[in-house]
């Protein structure tokens, strides 16, 4: 399996669970690569390891991160498709472990703020023996959606959350309290109280 895991995802929460990850796959017979550098985006090692390596290679690809992680993912597996569509692609399983989680939920998938040892012994057994789901995606502008498109208001209150996330990594302590939906929350309030008719 392809394993494509966001560092950043979840406050780092993908990265320390790799561990975890990794024993839970290997006890179900799993081998696999993983990509988890921060350079080049994940969408973009993707696409180079699924073409370098022959994307049927793999049994599937396996997100580990957020909603971000999995529509890079995604969208990067799309763009394969549409440069040759006879070729077929792997399936796409999904490790919940981001801030939000939204693609997780509407799948009905359970998301706990704290990913334990079973939950990923689960997500592992389910990657190994689930069953295959088809899903519709929707396309707006030449990117893929698995779950949501947002414009206005939440676009907005995203935009400042992802900007405040990057300026607050560079203070040590504040970026550990200030993080994942209290971030989320601050900027929705602040954006709210701006916010005119």
């Not at 550098?37 to 991160?65: H, M, S, T």
């Not at 907005?156 to 203070?171: F, G, M, Q």
């Not at 939906?181 to 954006?191: D, E, G, S």
Request: overall charge positive; proline content about 6%; charged content about 20%.
């Amino acid at each position: 399996m392809l394993c494509v895991l966001n560092p950043a995802a979840g406050g780092g929460l993908a990265l320390r669970r790799w561990p975890r990850i990794a024993d839970a796959l290997q006890g179900f017979g799993i081998t696999w690569q993983l990509l988890a550098d921060r350079d080049p985006p994940v969408g973009q090692q993707v696409a180079e390891r699924l073409q370098q390596n022959d994307a049927e290679q793999f049994a599937a690809v396996v997100g580990i991160g957020g909603d971000g992680t999995h529509s890079a993912v995604l969208n990067a597996m799309m763009r394969l498709k549409e440069s040759g569509p006879a070729a077929p692609l792997p399936p796409y399983a999904l490790l919940p472990l981001g801030t939000g989680n939204d693609i997780a939920k509407s799948f009905n998938i359970k998301v706990r703020d704290a990913f334990f040892a079973g939950d990923i012994r689960r997500a592992a057994a389910a990657i190994r023996y689930g069953a295959d789901y088809y899903l519709d995606l929707g396309r707006v502008g030449g990117v893929y959606l698995v779950d949501a498109l947002t414009i206005g208001l939440d676009s907005t209150v995203l935009r400042e959350h992802n900007r405040h996330k990057k300026e607050l990594e560079k203070i040590p302590f504040v970026r550990r309290v200030i993080r994942g939906n209290l971030l989320y929350t601050w900027c929705a309030l602040v954006r709210l109280a701006r916010q005119h008719p």
